[in-house]
């Protein structure tokens, strides 16, 4: 089956390398606002975008996300979770106050997550190329402080976005059958078989491609991930200096 949608999906790379050719305004305006299409909890929109155009701030976040092509070409965002508007316009105590509580704390989070993935496809179908930045919460509080955030903001991603320079190969996804079950948690004959070969398959990537050729199996690929969760020990803190979260306070007394 085919049709654009699914060929732009399917053409995904992340891209971290991008052109001199700027991004203009009207791009980057249409890349937004079709995002916010994307669906929203409650609808409550609960996000929004600060693009950092400052150098030295771009350097700084190049240092935070340890890459240095973040300080470099195309345009730089961050995307954060954003109840700051809605407690604005909320109209009673009770609903400023569910606002910044567990459900709407993961309500903002998971807009803005969901947005964020809307803006790389439509860049994608644009033909441009971006990269999403987690990273940006290596240091949670050095971007609240760079960026001035308010209560109820939290960053979530980076997002860097340009013409590419380069192709990376496409990376491989799991098959269905490892992630697809029927009416239940319950693993089907195939699913070890499913997983054999797509380690085999990221193998085969990560011997073959280009740049970086490495070693590489599934199980050090998760192994490595544990590394960079480990750096975000201090955010559900800082979540809650910054408003969210007032009933884990009571939780804990
Ligand atoms: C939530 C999230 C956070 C990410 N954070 C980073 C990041 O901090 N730095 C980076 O270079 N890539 C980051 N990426 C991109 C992933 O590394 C990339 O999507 C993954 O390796 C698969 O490659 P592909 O997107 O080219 O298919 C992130 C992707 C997601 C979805």
Redesign the pocket.
């Known amino acids: 089956m085919s049709n654009r949608v699914i060929d732009t999906l399917n053409a ?3 891209r ?1 390398n991008f052109t001199d050719q700027a991004v203009s305004d009207e791009t980057l305006a249409t890349i937004v606002t079709t995002a916010q299409q994307a669906p929203t909890s409650q609808y409550l929109q609960a996000y929004s975008l600060v693009e950092v155009t400052d150098p030295t701030v771009r350097q700084r976040l190049a240092s935070i ?1 340890t ?1 240095k092509t973040v300080a470099g070409k195309g345009r730089l965002l961050v995307v954060l979770a954003d109840q700051n508007r809605n407690v604005q316009l909320a109209a009673t105590p009770t609903a400023k106050r569910a606002l910044t509580e567990l459900d709407r704390f993961m309500g903002s989070v998971e807009d803005a997550t969901l947005f964020t993935e809307a803006m790389v496809m439509v860049t994608e179908s644009l033909g441009l190329g971006s ?5 940006i919460n290596n240091d949670t509080q050095a971007v609240i402080e760079l960026l001035n955030l308010p209560a109820l903001t939290l960053p979530v ?1 980076g997002f860097q976005i340009g013409y590419p320079a380069t192709t ?1 190969e ?2 491989p996804r799991l098959g269905l059958d490892a992630i697809l079950f029927k009416d239940r948690y319950a693993q089907p004959a195939s699913y070890q078989a499913s997983l054999t070969a797509f380690d085999q398959q990221l193998h085969d990537y990560y011997q073959q491609r280009g740049s970086h050729a490495r070693d590489e199996h599934l199980s050090q690929m998760t192994q490595e991930a544990l590394g960079s969760s480990a750096k975000r020990h201090d955010f559900l803190k800082i979540a809650r200096q910054q408003g969210f979260l007032p009933e884990l306070t009571e939780l804990s007394d």
């Open positions: 995904h790379r992340t971290r996300t890459k990269v999403v930045l987690g990273s991603f990376p496409r990376k």
